[in-house]
């Protein structure tokens, strides 16, 4: 199968601004086209089967329109194949509700007859209807609840997000579920099939092709009284991030495609770039398949306060402004430099600006969807959940405010609105079954106190009320002043834009080994030092013994290096990296040796100790693990926990810790990542860091091995009040 690729260009977005589903994109089904043989045509019922099957009382069929887009865009032969796959399938009266729409939207003659039959529609909005609607994972209703309103976990074709959100059909006395506000979910929903599912919908699914801050002054305009946010739009056009030409006005990284060199030498031949976006190769243990993002996208996510919150907004800022709320523009300016007084006076559009930092701090540069702001997959919280009530589920990322980066954090503790996860908070610190939450935090509003936006996803990424102003100042630098645990898939805002980050494969099938990898020069803070280095960001896998199932990885004689994500302020702190040594003799080999090195400026790198074999299981006399269970085995309460300690505190001076206590692995028996002597934490440096500085940290390969696979599951940046405060660290 052979598709045209088209790519979304500023210039044809807006020659059809005013057109609903008319953009001209394209992303292919990357393993039917690249790997033609690679499935197999089902005995049993396709996606394909059940819509040509699915008829009406009159046996006429339900969904013979659609069809007719799925093949005239050639899509239909590969719903039957083998794999795993969310088909969004609006019926015939949907479609001719679409069409009649169009019509009436249209003044001109000539573009009212484009939809006068879905036969005459041009082929460019047929491709995008038809890859709005078919999702890449399978995603089952039963599986969604009132936490995963706002977007749904897998992207579509399209690489957008579709929001998902929960309605009472008064109409009909039922529960009713809704794709991006309109589209509703109809016979309850997941009919499932041999190769994914499909979810009758009865309206054609809608998606902006605005940029964010257009996309928000035109829901500004349309917004109900208490949920305008004109103040923060005027803020984005001051500063010049929400201009054309400023930050906000990039989606699609056009130096990409100039990039021709090979990626990689003999060492991975198969892996020679070939033109091709999606290559085999094999790890020994599955069958993975690579894939180059077909483009780069630069996307955002925003946290945006309304012009009601930010009038009744009082604080010792506003007090000391003179301010007794926050009414307009020029307002707003005179709080941030309050805030923020070095920055005071200086041109609104520098980075250095009292109003840019403020405005900076409240985007990230990456669309975050609600389901992957931080790990609310039921198939991931059931393996954390025993561990609520003592840390939140939590992600790091560093904002669009220079060397500055927040907190976002979902408590599963059962004193959190019952423990469902449904509350997200910004820079939130402690938690209240163990009565330590010392930082409430900033809490992101649900999709259900936005129900009259329609969609809160715009065409470079999305945006989220806050119940306040997020800022950087002394409060969340001391919110911030904790473990800083970040995952290796959240370390490159390309992992997250390019749909890397958050895939699960959940039944193991050979269609959801797709890993990812990364055009040296266009993924951001990581470099690769020499071409025996290959970059992957690898799906998830509920049976892996790492934290949260989530894994990326350099593999063979690589030396790379990584930017560190910034400290929030001066200080010493602990550098620890995750390890795992793997359980089988084979396994082993592949971890290899590794000097790590650090510098400040890229260039001139110091190393860290000697070389770590990351092929050693922390029982090794030279770490001196020895399980919890073991050591209180035979003893008082009391003298089972000195124990522990004095076996950790001896790991910790040859510089190791165990593996995380919040986290175990059901799909293998349940044990705790603690309990796990081959999982481990290894202390890379003790040092002083500085706020506002660059560090970054080289791993290079030292052992004569192609099959070195170094696994970058977490990094942790800890500073010494957690690590050698009053209170000792906890083990989770």
């Known amino acids: 199968m052979k598709i045209n690729k088209r790519s979304i260009r500023k210039s044809a977005i807006a020659a059809v601004a005013t057109v609903l589903l008319g953009i001209a994109s394209s992303c292919t089904d990357l393993w039917s086209e690249q790997h033609p043989g690679t499935f197999y ?10 819509l040509e099957e699915y008829v009406d009382e009159d046996g006429q069929q339900v969904f013979s ?6 093949k005239k865009m050639n899509l239909w032969e590969d719903l039957k194949t083998y794999g795993d796959r969310t088909v969004f399938a609006p019926d015939n009266k949907a479609i001719s509700e679409y069409l009649q729409e169009r019509q009436n939207a249209e003044k001109d003659a000539t573009n009212k007859a484009l939809f006068n039959s879905i036969t005459t529609v041009p082929d460019s909005i047929l491709d995008t209807i038809a890859r709005t609607h078919l999702c890449r994972s399978s995603i089952y209703i039963k599986d969604l609840n009132a936490a995963a309103e706002g977007t749904l976990p897998s992207s579509n074709m399209l690489d957008r997000y ?10 009909n006395d039922h529960i009713a579920y809704y794709i991006n506000q309109l589209s509703q979910i109809m016979g309850g929903g997941d009919d499932s099939t041999v190769n994914g599912v499909v979810q009758r919908i009865n309206h054609v699914i809608s998606q902006s092709n605005q940029y964010i801050p257009g996309y928000l002054k035109y829901q500004n305009a349309k917004a109900d009284k208490g949920h305008e946010a004109n103040i923060f739009y005027e803020a984005l056009i001051v500063t010049g991030l929400g201009l054309d030409n400023g930050e906000l006005g990039k989606f699609i990284d056009d130096d990409y495609h100039k990039y021709h060199k090979p990626q990689y030498d003999s060492t991975f031949a198969c892996l020679e770039y070939t033109g091709k976006v999606a290559v085999e190769y094999s790890t020994g243990n599955e069958d993975e398949r690579v894939v180059w993002p077909e483009e780069r996208y630069f996307k955002y996510t925003l946290f945006v306060v309304t012009d009601t919150i930010l009038a009744h907004y009082s604080d010792k800022y506003t007090s000391q402004a003179g301010l007794n709320g926050i009414d307009s523009l020029p307002d707003l300016i005179k709080y941030a430099e309050e805030v923020y007084p070095e920055g005071k006076g200086k041109d609104p559009k520098d980075p250095e600006s009292s109003i840019y930092k403020l405005v900076s701090y409240h985007i990230l540069p990456c669309f975050l969807p609600r389901s992957l702001m931080n790990f609310t997959d039921n198939r991931i919280v059931k393996d954390y959940k025993d561990y609520a009530a003592h840390c939140d589920m939590e992600d790091f990322y ?15 503790d059962s004193k959190v609105n019952g423990g469902n996860g449904s509350q997200i908070y910004i820079n939130r610190k402690g938690t209240l079954s163990d009565n330590n939450l010392a930082y409430k935090g900033i809490r992101i509003w649900s999709a259900n106190e936005t ?8 065409l470079n990424g999305g945006y989220y009320y806050v119940d306040s102003l997020l800022l950087f100042d002394d409060h969340t630098k001391s919110a911030l002043t904790t473990r800083i645990r970040v995952m290796g898939n959240t370390l490159s805002p390309d992992f997250i834009n390019s749909g890397a980050r958050g895939h699960m494969n959940v039944n193991k099938q050979a269609v959801d080994y797709r890993v990812y990898s990364f055009k040296d020069g266009f993924c951001k803070n990581f470099k690769v030092n020499n071409d025996q280095s290959l970059l992957v960001v690898r799906y998830q896998m509920d049976v892996w013994d790492i934290y949260m199932h989530d894994e990326m990885n350099i593999r063979g004689l690589f030396d790379f290096t990584l930017r560190l994500p910034p400290v929030p302020k001066d200080g010493t702190y602990e550098i620890r990296i995750f390890g795992n040594a793997q359980a089988t003799d084979a396994a082993k080999k592949t971890r290899g040796i590794v000097q790590f090195l650090i510098s400040e400026d890229g260039e001139n790198f110091t190393p860290l100790d000697i070389p770590v074999d990351m092929a050693r299981a922390s029982d090794h006399p030279l770490i001196g693990y020895v399980k919890d269970e073991d050591l209180k085995k035979d003893k008082s309460e009391e003298e089972g926990e000195k124990a522990v300690i004095a076996n950790d505190k001896a790991m910790r001076n040859r510089g190791y810790m165990k593996a995380p206590g919040n986290f175990k692995v059901s799909a293998t028996g349940g044990t705790n990542l603690r309990d796990n002597k081959n999982v481990f934490r290894k202390i890379l440096c003790t040092q002083q860091f500085r706020a506002g500085q660059d560090y970054y940290l080289r791993f290079k390969q030292v052992k004569d091995s192609p099959e070195s696979i170094c696994q970058l599951n977490f990094i942790e940046i800890v500073p010494k009040e957690v690590f050698a405060g ?3 660290e906890d083990i989770y």
């Open 726 to 728: 009053n209170i000792p």
């Open 41 to 50: 045509i089902s005995d049993g019922k396709t996606v394909a089967n059940f």
């Open 65 to 70: 329109d659609f069809i007719y887009i799925l």
């Open 451 to 458: 129900k009259e936006i329609k969609t809160t996803d715009a």
């Open 162 to 171: 579709l929001t998902f959100s929960i309605d009472y059909d008064s109409a």
């Open 398 to 412: 560093e904002t669009l405010h220079p060397y500055a980066i927040m907190r976002i954090s979902t408590p599963y």
